[in-house]
Antibody, heavy 120, light 107 residues
Framework: EVQMVESGGDLVQPGGSLRLSCAAS????????MSWVRQAPGKGLEWVAN????????YYADSVKGRFTISRDNAKNSLYLQMNSLRVEDTAVYYC?????????????WGQGTLVTVSS | AIQMTQSPSSLSASVGDRVTITCRAS??????LGWYQQKPGKAPKLLIY???SLQSGVPSRFSGSGSGTDFTLTISSLQPDDFATYYC?????????FGGGTKVEVK
């Protein structure tokens, strides 16, 4: 069974840092792109970042570029999101998703999400 | 960045109704668009990719169409399980962007 489990969400002060993790299982992790998508309370979905299976390509939303870093450890079947210089507007549930990005694109399996709250 | 304008933002419908949701891209994106369903407190679920390809396991009452700038998600006969919020997502180029969402509510 394909599964993603996010962790690391917490309450953090503005300007602080946090590292999210996503543990994947049930598929060959090293063959898939992975994504982070977030959702602020009561708001819509916002794509955050994507990373290619071999780490050769990374892409970020303009709202997080320069502050967030996506990474992965294929040996540990894990995806990460290092979040620095956090802002109140980064408060959201963060989802990781398995993604296919070839001639077609889709994210077909998602985790349950982890809540990040940025507040003083 | 490409902007995705989704309409309506909400709609009220009854079981059995035909429902149509529209997404418009700020520039041509070929057929590089997907549709996702989300229920409260749950992760999004993939319905449609490449504008019109039905994801495995998704009921055939869901269909997608469109190309270029205008796209449509249609639910041919709304079922009780379909009351949810629907989002389009373009994958034409980075950064990716979602539409604002359409909440389908009980009439």
């Amino acid at each position: 069974e394909v599964q993603m489990v996010e962790s690391g969400g917490d309450l953090v002060q503005p300007g602080g840092s946090l590292r999210l993790s996503c543990a994947a299982s049930g598929f060959i992790f090293s063959r898939f792109w992975m994504s982070w998508v977030r959702q602020a309370p009561g708001k819509g979905l916002e794509w955050v970042a994507n990373m290619k299976y071999d780490e050769s390509e990374k892409y970020y939303a303009d709202s997080v570029k320069g502050r967030f870093t996506i990474s992965r450890d294929n040996a540990k079947n894990s995806l990460y999101l290092q979040m620095n210089s956090l802002r109140v507007e980064d408060t959201a549930v963060y989802y990781c998703a398995r993604t296919v990005d070839t001639s077609i694109y889709y994210s077909d399996y998602w985790g349950q999400g982890t809540l990040v709250t940025v507040s003083s | 960045a490409i902007q995705m304008t989704q309409s309506p933002s909400s709609l009220s419908a009854s079981v059995g109704d035909r429902v149509t949701i529209t997404c418009r891209a700020s520039q041509g994106i070929r057929n590089e668009l997907g549709w996702y369903q989300q229920k409260p407190g749950k992760a999004p679920k993939l319905l449609i990719y490449a504008a019109s390809s039905l994801q495995s396991g998704v009921p055939s009452r869901f269909s997608g169409s469109g190309s270029g700038t205008d796209f449509t998600l249609t639910i041919s006969s709304l079922q009780p399980d379909d009351f949810a919020t629907y989002y389009c997502l373009h994958d034409y180029s980075y950064p990716l962007t979602f539409g604002g969402g359409t909440k389908v509510e009980v009439k």
